[in-house]
């Protein structure tokens, strides 16, 4: 029998993100989304990563997402995933480029979740919290580049960064030292994988930085 797949957020997480709450400041919008990731770990519900998608233009609240990866066994859960597959379920198609949108998050997403953003037709992101933050609390982001960006930005999504920078570490303050209870976690990495990708990606940020320069002369 081929296996059901839950996607689910936690029960408490409507009644902080009700759809249609309406948030006209851009960083109250990535506050948001820190206080999804800070009620996520204290209430046991998953990591320490929030977000959620909003219409660019209203400030209106279209779908909200915390990291579910440990509690749902499912690898691919992170909160801008989520967000991103309650929002695109709410508007009724698998691109949320019918209209404006943004995606907010607590932190600057993974390789993944950035990926995930350029495919949802989202025209902004904004985050939080560096990855230097999500790194240095023991979570693997994996291999984004300068060039992750420059490619966003040159299919027309904008990101701010920083937004509430200090607000955003605090989620990784209340994680316990336990990282398996929260999921991309360093330690679940293979050795000496994560410092040779740590080495690539340095390695091909000074190249792609080069090329970008002679692309531009």
Request: proline fraction near 6%.
């Amino acid at each position: 029998m081929t296996p059901t797949i839950t996607v689910a957020n936690p029960d408490w997480l409507a009644e902080l993100a009700p759809p249609d709450l309406v948030i006209a400041d851009p960083a109250d919008r990535v506050r948001l989304a820190i206080r999804l990731a800070l009620e996520n770990v204290e209430r046991g519900t998953g990591g320490p990563f929030g977000a959620a998608v909003f219409e660019a233009a209203t400030g209106r609240l279209v779908a909200a997402g915390v990291n579910r990866v440990v509690p749902l066994g499912n690898s691919a859960l992170h909160a801008e995933v989520v967000a991103l597959m309650f929002a695109e379920a709410r508007v009724g198609s698998y691109s949320l480029s019918v209209s404006e949108h943004e995606l907010v998050a607590s932190c600057e997403p993974c390789a993944m979740c950035l990926g995930a953003t350029l495919w949802s037709g989202v025209r902004r992101l904004a985050f939080a919290a560096a990855r230097d933050e999500a790194l240095a609390a023991g979570f693997d982001e994996g291999p984004v580049f300068p060039e992750s960006y420059a490619y966003l930005a040159r299919a027309g999504v904008e990101v701010v960064r920083g937004l509430c920078r200090e607000e955003g570490a605090k989620p990784f303050e209340l994680i316990d030292g336990d990282l398996a209870l929260h999921g991309r976690r360093i330690d679940q990495t293979p050795p000496g994988v994560v410092d040779a990708c740590r080495n690539i990606a340095v390695e091909r940020g000074r190249a792609i930085n080069w090329l970008c320069g002679e692309w531009d002369r």
